[in-house]
């Protein structure tokens, strides 16, 4: 790595494979990567985002980018206003940059519970598991008609 160039960890659309990855490709992978379990993942739609002070590991990669590079990347994801690019800590203790949203933004969006945006309810190829919680089988009876 170039001692320009700023370690990035991606975590949704952005990653290889999906609809928003050609922002990094002047980037140069340097593999996957789990952040400690302090984080949340949120399904915002057409992305996704990481917000600080969740309990899960979420999952992604690592690419080194040049400053140039990141700072179109900076207006596309929206920072500082939007998402905030900020340090995060890597489960290996590494440190890389990521986008991050805040609590208060991320308050009534879809958590993805995994960790892994590519598992998330709806994903292409997504594993899709049933809830069979009390409190789901109740509020699927719930419009039945009496009997």
Known sequence: MTTHEIVLFVYDNLMKGEDQHEWLATARPLGGATTTPQYALVDLGTSGALVQGGLIAVTGELYAIAPAALAALDVHRGHPVLHRRAAIRLADGREAQAYLLSMEQAAGCRRVR?????????????????DNSPLVSWAKRRFDPPR
């Open 114 to 130: 995994e960790g892994d945006w590519r598992k998330r309810r709806g994903a292409p190829g997504a594993v899709r598991t049933r």
